[in-house]
């Protein structure tokens, strides 16, 4: 009896065994992605650790620390590459205190002051960056291809004391700033422009000392570190402040991807973006990575200096995946030592394509905003989809997708008044839970706008929540996809486009009485590109090349309304609200469109009529738009 009991033992004992050892091979049968939510959310938990550990350092605990630790670490690591320019650490630590320095020599300049930059990519950019973060000044990042009003408005937004710019885009509207009391600086060796002043020379003769921690005392971790603009649901640019909480947060993107500092990052994306500051050159003070700086996104260079440069990670937007793969085909397509791509955009024929072509590169689809309070993260590399419903990030990011009627641009509410959650396999709008970890900051100097993000009584009375003004989808496997932006905004070259700040700017045209801004579908395209539905004034007639200077002036390459269509009469709603649906629905064929069409057409410097031909060159892709 004993033999039977202890042979019975260890028949028990290897029946346990054996099923513990065959559980995950049946639960990964069972739930194929178990193992990547529980490593996800072991790397979610990790980075929580992290944070909540520099947020618990005396002195506080910064970005610009990160700098200073990977500086005392690896000094002689190049930090930015720019063609033939090399920076080290050391060196970019040194050239920022000479920014500092010249800085703060100027009377009307102190530390804490908030300063602008109006910069396309450029070492000079980060530099000038770290400067201002040593002289613990907040800094609004520009887009620098904004001009008048919108740039004044920018500027209102967060009121600072110098701008410094690499061109001379700023003439324009120099009598304004000088009314605002803006200095405007110029990062040249000379400047003959009265009223703007040179600002490199000083640069390269200022002392290239530490400067003292005692500049950065007054900050908190509710300071504002950088302002990110925007283009909201509706109006002019938003500033979204982005607090030096929130950016320290923003270090975190790069390692939860496993990027160290063994990494080099291709960096093209724009730096004035969300995408390539936190992620790319935060990202990089984070882990110690090299960034190979560009000016620009170049397809026909990228896989020539991702090859010669030792690339290992890239960013991306849905339309450099579409370029990359509309490139010739070359025989050293899959040459190269990018194992890691992190973006997002990517519709998922495109993301196939590139796979196939150039080789087995892990694709990281994202999704987050500048000012939001959730993220999504594909950390499974399915494809198409931009993150994952994952229990556990659910828990501690509560968010939820709600019906939404696109007609009257408003989430749907019940008898209540509540919002009606959107079940499976349904597109609703994305909401998330404005909570302690979790926070709104808002616009600054907006109220206004802020309050618009925000969303009350969703699931119970008296509930929070910041609205994405983003469609989603869950699938029955919790697959998130990205289905549209809703209300007044539309998205074409990665660039978001209020639509009526496009409107504003036809309206104060000669001839345009009053104009429907919206983005429609081009085949072979992402997002959306602008379209408008105008009037004409009374007595007047619609000037082709006139609209079409006026448009160039005014408004950068990708929000100008590429189509046009002359309307008797703008239709309005019950509510007067410009009735858009029924016209992104017509779009801009001329075959089912009534109403006279042109395009705008840039060889011919005017606005074209819109021909069928013209339309089939379009729609076949001769006419590059
Ligand atoms: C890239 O890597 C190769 C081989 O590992 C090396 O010989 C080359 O010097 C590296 N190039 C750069 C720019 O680091």
């Not at 947060?249 to 093209?268: E, H, K, P």
């Not at 959107?422 to 808002?442: N, Q, R, Y």
């Not at 697959?479 to 700040?501: C, L, P, S």
């Not at 006026?550 to 709603?573: C, D, G, M």
């Amino acid at each position: 009896i004993p033999h039977f009991a202890a042979g019975m033992g260890i028949y028990i004992f290897s029946l346990i065994l054996a099923s513990l050892l065959t559980l995950p091979f049946a639960l990964r049968a069972i739930c194929p992605y178990l193992w990547m939510d529980i490593l996800y959310f072991w790397d979610l938990l990790r980075i929580l650790v992290k944070f909540v550990s520099r947020r618990r350092r005396r002195p506080l605990f910064f970005v610009l620390d990160r700098f200073f630790e990977q500086t005392a670490a690896f000094p002689h690591k190049p930090f930015v590459v720019f063609g033939h320019e090399s920076y080290s650490f050391a060196e970019a630590d040194k050239r920022s205190n000479k920014v500092a320095n010249a800085l703060l020599a100027r009377p009307e300049f102190k530390a804490g002051d908030t300063a602008a930059l109006f910069m396309g990519n450029h070492p000079a950019f980060l530099f000038t960056w770290l400067g201002l973060a040593k002289c613990g000044s907040p800094v609004a990042l520009l887009n620098h291809n904004i001009r008048s009003k919108s740039l004044l408005h920018c500027l209102g937004c967060c009121r600072p004391k110098v701008l410094i710019a690499l061109k001379e885009a700023v003439e324009d509207i120099l009598p304004s700033l000088r009314e605002q009391g803006v200095t405007v600086l110029l990062m040249t060796q000379q400047c003959d422009t009265p009223g703007i002043e040179s600002f490199a020379d000083k640069v390269d003769e200022a002392s290239d000392a530490p400067l003292p921690r005692s500049l950065r005392s007054h900050i908190t971790t509710e300071s504002p570190a950088v302002y990110i603009y925007t283009s909201g649901t509706t109006g002019l640019p938003k500033a979204a402040m982005v607090n030096q909480n929130r950016l320290l947060t923003a270090l975190t993107v790069l390692c939860s991807n496993g990027v160290s500092s063994s990494d080099v990052i291709y960096l093209n994306l724009p730096l004035y973006h969300t995408a390539g500051f936190f992620i790319g050159f935060i990202g990089s003070i984070e882990t110690g990575s090299t960034i190979i700086l560009k000016r620009k996104f170049s397809a026909s260079q990228f896989w020539d200096d991702c090859r010669k440069y030792n690339v290992t990670v890239i960013q991306y937007i849905g339309e450099v995946m579409r370029y990359l793969c509309s490139t010739p085909k070359r025989e050293n397509d899959k040459d190269h030592k990018v194992r890691l791509a992190i973006g997002n955009g990517v519709r998922a024929d495109i993301w196939r394509e590139f796979l196939s072509r150039f080789g087995n590169i892990q694709v990281r689809e994202f999704y987050a905003s500048t000012e939001g309070n959730v993220g999504f993260l594909n950390y499974v590399g399915k494809i198409g989809a931009i993150g994952r419903v994952n229990f556990l990030h659910w828990k501690l990011f509560p968010y939820t997708l709600v019906k939404y009627d696109t007609e009257r641009d408003e989430p749907v509410r019940d008898s209540n008044g509540l919002c009606v959650e959107a079940p499976k396999g349904e597109t609703g709008l994305l909401v998330s839970k404005i909570t302690h970890i979790a926070p709104f900051v808002g616009y600054a100097q907006n109220e206004e706008q802020t309050e618009k993000k925000r969303l009350r009584d969703v699931l119970k009375k008296g509930d929070l929540y910041f609205n994405s003004g983003d469609l989603m989808r869950i699938d029955k496997d919790n697959f998130i996809y990205f289905q549209d932006r809703v209300g007044d905004t539309f998205r074409w070259k990665g660039e978001n486009v209020a639509t009526t700040e496009v409107s504003d700017i036809l309206t104060i045209s000669d001839c345009l009485d009053e104009a429907n801004v919206y983005g429609v579908k081009v085949p072979g395209h992402e997002g959306r590109i602008g379209m408008a539905a105008v009037t004409v004034k009374d007595g007047s007639h619609f000037d082709r090349s006139k609209t079409y200077s006026h448009v160039v002036n005014y408004l950068p390459s990708y929000a100008r309304p590429r189509f046009i269509r002359i309307q008797k009469a703008v239709e309005v709603t019950g509510t007067f609200k410009q009735k858009k649906v029924k016209l992104v629905e017509e779009g801009f064929d001329p075959g089912c469109v009534q109403d006279p069409l042109y395009f705008l057409d840039d060889n011919e410097k005017q606005y074209i009529p819109l021909t069928p031909q013209v339309y089939f060159s379009i729609i076949s892709g001769e006419i590059k738009l």
